[in-house]
């Protein structure tokens, strides 16, 4: 069964940090890049950050570039979301996926950013 799963959210002032984690499970997790997504209120899902599966290069959305920082942990299986300075327009479910959205969606993860 292919598991994604995303935890580490929290509240969290303006300006603070969190990191996210996405445990995966059930498929060739080195074959696939990996994003980080998020929804908030009223919005549509968007993608926040995605790292290539051989770790050789990240993206980001503008919004988050310089604030938030994507790495793999191979050997865990795990990908995580390194959030720093953190606004309130960040506040979201955040979630985990292949870049390609291979994967039915997890759980994700709130993340609220009070100002």
């Known amino acids: 069964e292919v598991q994604l799963q995303a935890s580490g959210g929290g509240l969290v002032q303006a300006g603070g940090s969190l990191r996210l984690s996405c445990a995966a499970s059930?498929?060739?997790?080195?074959?696939?890049?990996i994003g980080w997504f998020r929804q908030a209120p009223g919005k549509e899902r968007e993608g926040v950050s995605c790292?290539?599966?051989?770790?050789?290069?990240?993206d980001y959305v503008d919004s988050v570039k310089g604030r938030f920082t994507i790495s793999k942990d191979h050997a865990k299986n795990t990908v995580y979301l390194q959030m720093n300075s953190l606004k309130p327009e960040d506040t979201a479910v955040y979630y985990c996926?292949?870049?390609?959205?291979?994967?039915?969606w997890g759980q994700g993860t709130l993340v609220t950013v009070s100002s």
């Open positions: 996926n292949t870049v390609g959205l291979t994967y039915s």
């Open positions: 059930g498929f060739p997790f080195d074959e696939y890049a």
């Open positions: 790292i290539t599966s051989s770790d050789v290069s990240e």
